[in-house]
C-alpha cells in the first residue's frame, strides 16, 4: 500500500520571510527528450526534464512545457519560503502527467493505489514516489492550483521531513494552491471563497473541530475521515486552512514569528503538543481557539479568487453549450439569458473529492469586484482563434484575469487563465 493516498504526507514549515508577491526566479526551459525508454512499468509515457523536474508524461513537448516552467517557479519559490529549515538532496523531483483522468487512474491503479474521484496526489512506495495529475476536462489553472499543492507536499517530504501535523501540512499546501503566479510574481494570501463561507459557518454554529482533536490528529486518522466521505473532511481542510491564514495574516503578522518556531520545533522531532506549548507560550489551546474564531469571523474572500471561479463556470458553461452545437453567445447578457433559459448547473470536485456546485441562475455568477472595491460586469471579448470560443475578462482587476482558450494535440478544446 502506498504511504498516502489523497491527503498529503509531507511535513512543512516556513522560513522567517515575507508572505507578500515575491519575484521568482527565471524558469529553466523544458529540455529535449531523453532517448532512453521510459521505465517498463509505464512504456507509454515521455520522459522530460527541468531545471527541478523530471517530467513523465504522455503529452507531446509543446503541451508539456508551460507545466515545465510553471513548476519551476513554484520550485524556486518553495525553496525561498522554507530556505531556514534542513535540506535533502533528492535529485529531480518526479511529476506524472496524464492527458486524461483515466489514464491517471489506470496508472495509479497499476501501483496499487486507489485513485478514484482524485484530481492529483503525491504518493510514496518503496520502488516509486512522485506526484501525479492529469490535465483534460479542466482549465490549466485548475491543473496549476493541484500541481501548487501536492508538489508543496512533495517538496516538503524531501527537504523537511514527514513528521510534522497533518493541520499544519494541509493547511499551508492550500495556502499555495490558492496562489497566483503572473509573469515572476506569486500572489499569495488569496482567500478562497468557499473556504471562508464554511469557516464562518461552522464557527457561528458551534461546530468547529475541537483544536485538541485536530492539531494532534494522525495521518491514518485523518485518512480515514477523509475516505470516508464524512462531512468531517471537508471540515478538517477548511478548519487548517484557516488556522494556517491566521497565523500568517492576522494583526498583521503578530504570530508568525511564533508560528515558524513551532514549525522549526517539530520538523526537529518534539511532539506537536510540546511545540505548541513552547512556540506560544500557552498552556493549552484556548487562547488561540479564541482569537482565531475573532479574526476568521473578519476575514472576507479575495476578490481575484472569487472572479476566477466565476469565470472558469462560464467558460465550462460556454464548453457545454458548444458540445451541444449551439452559438455560444458573445456579449454577457446573451450568454447569461441562455444559462438561465437552460437553467445550467456545474459541479466542480477538488483534488480530495469535495464538491462545490453553481447555477446559471445565480446572478452573482456574471459579475465581480474591481480592485478599487466597484461591481462590474463581466466583459467578453472576441475569440482569438478559429473555431475558438469567446474570452471573458475582468477589467478593472489586479491582476487581471482573462479567460482563454486553445486545442490541444488531440482537438479537444482547452480553457485557461493569462494575467497582466
Known amino acids: 500500500m502506498p504511504f498516502l493516498l489523497v491527503a498529503a504526507i509531507a511535513a512543512l514549515a516556513f522560513a522567517p520571510v515575507s508572505f507578500g508577491p515575491t519575484a521568482l526566479e527565471p524558469s529553466a526551459a523544458l529540455a529535449q527528450a531523453q532517448t532512453v525508454a521510459p521505465p517498463a512499468a509505464e512504456p507509454d509515457l515521455t520522459t522530460f526534464t527541468t531545471k527541478f523536474y523530471t517530467i513523465h508524461t504522455n503529452l507531446n513537448r509543446e503541451e508539456t512545457i508551460p507545466f515545465g516552467r510553471h513548476m519551476d517557479a513554484v520550485y524556486a519559490e518553495y525553496q525561498k519560503r522554507f530556505a531556514g529549515f534542513r535540506a535533502g538532496t533528492p535529485g529531480a523531483m518526479s511529476l506524472y502527467l496524464f492527458r486524461t483522468q483515466e489514464q491517471y487512474e489506470a496508472f495509479l491503479m497499476r501501483h496499487k493505489i486507489n485513485g478514484a474521484n482524485t484530481g492529483g496526489m503525491f504518493f510514496v512506495q518503496s520502488r516509486l514516489q512522485g506526484l501525479a495529475t492529469f ?20 517538496f516538503a517530504f524531501h527537504h523537511i521531513g514527514p513528521d510534522l501535523p497533518n493541520w499544519v501540512n494541509e493547511g499551508i499546501a492550500q495556502y499555495f494552491e490558492d496562489s497566483v503566479l503572473v509573469g515572476d510574481q506569486m500572489y499569495q494570501g488569496l482567500a478562497n471563497a468557499r473556504r471562508v463561507a464554511a469557516v464562518k459557518a461552522s464557527i457561528a454554529s458551534h461546530s468547529t473541530i475541537p483544536f485538541d482533536k485536530l492539531l494532534p490528529m ?39 514569528a511564533a508560528f515558524e518556531n513551532y514549525l522549526q520545533l517539530v520538523s526537529k522531532g518534539k511532539d506537536g503538543g510540546t511545540a505548541f506549548k513552547e512556540a506560544f507560550g500557552a498552556p493549552d489551546t484556548a487562547g488561540f481557539r479564541q482569537r482565531w474564531e475573532e479574526y476568521a469571523r473578519t476575514i472576507e474572500p479575495d476578490p481575484v479568487n472569487v472572479a476566477l471561479e466565476r469565470m472558469e463556470f462560464l467558460g465550462e458553461a ?32 477538488d ?25 462590474a460586469t463581466f466583459k467578453m471579448l472576441p475569440a482569438d482563434g478559429k473555431d475558438l470560443l469567446p474570452r471573458i475578462t475582468a477589467p478593472g482587476l489586479r491582476p487581471e484575469p482573462t479567460l482563454v482558450w486553445w486545442r490541444d494535440s488531440q482537438n479537444q478544446l482547452m480553457q485557461d487563465l493569462s494575467f497582466r
Open 135 to 154: 490535465v483534460q476536462g479542466k482549465s490549466i489553472s485548475a491543473t496549476f492550483s493541484v500541481l501548487q499543492h501536492e508538489g508543496f507536499h512533495q
Open 218 to 256: 494522525s495521518q491514518d486518522q485523518w485518512h480515514k475521515a477523509v475516505v470516508a466521505g464524512s462531512d468531517e473532511a471537508a471540515q478538517l481542510y477548511d478548519q487548517s486552512w484557516s488556522m494556517v491564514y491566521f497565523l500568517i495574516h492576522a494583526e498583521e503578522g503578530r504570530y508568525r
Open 318 to 349: 460556454m464548453r457545454f453549450l458548444k458540445k451541444r452545437g449551439e452559438a455560444v453567445p458573445t456579449t454577457m447578457d446573451a450568454l447569461r439569458f441562455r444559462l438561465k433559459a437552460i437553467r445550467f448547473q456545474a459541479v466542480k470536485r
Open 351 to 375: 483534488q480530495h473529492g469535495l464538491t462545490t456546485k453553481a447555477s446559471g441562475t445565480e446572478e452573482s455568477l456574471y459579475r465581480y469586484n474591481r480592485s478599487d472595491g466597484v461591481e
